[in-house]
């Protein structure tokens, strides 16, 4: 039996979809010991006590305001908040008690068996990480940030080293790039760290930080049915995520299933329509036209021409 840790890092906004994500990790791995350290950032005492509820190896980290000031709002990119800034303290508040850590954002589910994670060998290196582009070149990023080599990471899913972390200074020195060079910077703590760690990371196959957004409407629907195409872990990059009630898709289906599990069961989905863009109405027109709702996609194909019209 392997123990494996696990960090997360949510505001009260998140903390049911941390759930759903925690919970899909737990049923894949019953055969580990498993170990989640939860960091949390102005929760509440109801969704506290609900995550309380669970039954696993949880631990609680609190981070007060004074930890989270320097990043103002400056710093916040479109749907993400500033909880995405806390996995920058996990490694030094974890310093000492564990020495490896697969963080991971609440905005996944886990289909495998992470013990297999140990066979990524990061004993030299800082932490391992999987690519942000589905063939592992990416030169619009790493041009814009004068990475050495055509590779940029998505920060996701991290499999960090800690002590290596601590005595490299990671925190200090992503932080202090942050705060003079913000406006050079597109995906701030993502961009940071890949300029910080380009020297200090070991590559790990795409399955462990698999995105949504690599697949098209067929394999969305189908990747969960074969060993062969289901990624061990899944990243729903982007704003359709699957806690929407408008995002009827089979990862939907599974972020219900393992949404029954957790205290949060009975809680309704929540609409994205507060969010839509027109980009929106041109997607939903394509799936709605693949699952052959003609008349549908045409109703948003209509909307998507109107509002562009009008633009």
């Known amino acids: 039996m392997s123990r494996i840790d696990i960090a997360y890092c949510s505001d009260n906004n998140y903390v049911e979809y941390l759930s759903v994500s925690l919970m899909s990790v737990l049923l894949n791995n019953l055969k580990n010991t498993i170990y989640f350290h939860i960091f949390l950032f102005k929760i509440s005492k109801e969704n506290l006590e609900k995550l309380k509820k669970i039954d696993a190896n949880i631990l609680f980290y609190h981070i007060n305001d004074d930890v989270m000031k320097k990043y103002n709002r400056n710093y916040i990119i479109k749907h993400l908040n500033m909880s995405t800034y806390i996995k920058l303290i996990v490694p030094r508040m974890l310093y000492g008690r564990v020495e490896k850590i697969i963080y991971l954002d609440i905005d996944t589910l886990c289909f495998s068996d992470l013990s297999e994670i140990d066979n990524i060998n990061i004993v030299h290196y800082i932490c391992a990480v999987s690519s942000d582009t589905k063939n592992n070149i990416d030169t619009k ?7 050495k080599r055509k590779f940029y990471f998505n920060a996701g899913v991290l499999y960090i080293n800690i002590k290596n972390w ?14 003079h060079s913000w406006e050079s910077l597109t995906y701030y703590e993502q961009d940071a760290l890949n300029k910080i760690l380009e020297d200090n990371i070991i590559i790990m196959n795409n399955s462990w930080n698999y995105l949504y957004t690599w697949m098209n409407f067929h394999e969305k629907e189908n990747y969960f049915y074969s060993k062969l195409s289901i990624p061990k872990i899944i990243h729903f990059t982007g704003s359709r995520k699957p806690w929407y009630k408008e995002h009827k898709c089979l990862s939907q289906n599974l972020f219900i299933f393992y949404k029954h599990f957790t205290p949060w069961n009975n809680t309704k989905l929540r609409s994205y329509t507060p969010k839509v863009k027109n980009s929106d109405n041109r997607v939903y027109c394509r799936e709605e036209c693949y699952n052959k709702n003609y008349l549908l996609a045409l109703k948003f194909y209509l909307k998507y021409l109107k509002t562009k019209l009008k633009l």
């Open 141 to 147: 990023n790493t041009a814009r940030l004068g990475l």
């Open 166 to 179: 601590i005595d490299f200074d990671v925190e200090n020195k992503i932080n202090n790039l942050i705060s």
